[in-house]
Structures are given as structure tokens and as C-alpha cells.
């Protein structure tokens, strides 16, 4: 087997390897931005990458036969940012929240045309009692701004099926936003 000079690797793994690292620069920019959008801090953000492409590379040739890669890794980044959640809850509450994830809020509020929500936890918090997906295309849709395409393939959905999911979920956050500041 022909060994490439320059890395060391056979052609097939080289190939392997130019495949990961196309795929992981088409996503990580929305991993690290979900990350961050989940109160955690820049370098938990990054670790939680990190643990996403080690996961992701044991299984490259699996995840490869899969119908949609994208929904796979945005399960593995899901279960990543669980994990990192809370092991950062502890350390939030010595040091206040992360001035991202107010951030990501407010956008998603803004591009909802809701406003800038003053009471941001509370906006947070509604959007966890969402049903999963629609907390997710409440995420990856308003907080993070990606396509409805794109946001189809990382939920292994459709267009349609997202943009129902983003009706549904801003109806529900603004009634629950609505009795909140009532």
C-alpha cells in the first residue's frame, strides 16, 4: 500500500483524514456557538469540541455510512455539552453566568422579533421547557443563524418539519414569556 510521504499515512487513511477534517470545518463554528449557548465558557466550549472530533474520528468509517452525518455528530455535541453542563454548573455558581449564552438569547429573541428580553434567564429558562427539537431549532435557527437546511440536516429532518418546529416553539415561548411578565 502507497504510503503518502508528507503525513505518513497510507492513501486510504489520508483520505479518511481530509474527509474528517472537511467535515469538522464545515461544523465546528455551530458546535463551538451551541456550546456557548449553553452557558458554557469559551474553554469549555472548545473542550467540548475536542471531545466531539475524538468521538467522531473513533468512528469515522461508521458514521460515514450513516444517512445523515450531521445529525449523528449534533447528538454526540448534545451528549458532550450534557456532560460539560454539569460539570460547569458548579463553577457557574462560584462565578456568575457566561456573557455568550446572554448573548446567543438575545439574538435568538431579536431575530424571533420578540425584543431584547431584559429578563434573560427566564427567556433561557422557557426555552428549556420546550420539547428537544424545538429548543434545538430554537438554537440552531435563531441563537446560532444557520439555514433551515442546514438546520434540517443536523436534526436529520426537513425544511418543513423545522420551520413547523419554529412556529410551534415561538408561539410557545411567547405565550410562556407573555404569563411570565404578567
Not at 472530533?53 to 449523528?72: F, H, I, N, V
Request: glycine share 4%.
Amino acid at each position: 500500500m502507497a504510503v503518502d510521504p508528507e503525513f505518513g499515512l497510507a492513501a486510504p487513511q489520508r483520505r479518511d483524514q481530509l474527509t474528517f477534517d472537511a467535515f469538522c470545518e464545515t461544523h465546528e463554528q455551530a458546535w463551538l456557538a451551541a456550546a456557548r449557548a449553553c452557558r458554557l465558557s469559551d474553554e469549555q466550549a472548545h473542550a467540548v469540541v475536542d471531545a466531539v472530533r475524538d468521538w467522531l474520528w473513533g468512528d469515522w468509517q461508521m458514521l460515514l455510512r450513516e444517512p445523515a452525518p450531521a445529525a449523528s455528530a449534533w447528538r454526540v455535541l448534545k451528549e458532550e455539552i450534557s456532560r460539560a453542563g454539569l460539570a460547569a454548573t458548579a463553577d457557574r455558581d462560584q462565578h456568575g453566568p457566561q456573557d455568550q449564552w446572554r448573548v446567543a438569547i438575545r439574538t435568538a429573541m431579536h431575530r424571533m422579533h420578540m425584543g431584547f428580553a431584559s429578563d434573560v434567564l427566564g427567556t433561557y429558562e422557557a426555552i428549556l421547557s420546550l420539547p428537544e427539537r424545538q429548543q434545538d431549532v430554537i438554537i440552531l435557527r435563531y441563537a446560532l443563524d444557520l439555514r433551515d437546511e442546514t438546520v434540517a440536516e443536523y436534526l436529520d429532518s426537513t425544511v418543513v418539519t423545522v420551520r413547523s418546529h419554529a412556529r410551534h416553539a415561538e408561539s410557545r415561548l411567547k405565550e410562556k414569556l407573555a404569563r411570565r411578565n404578567a
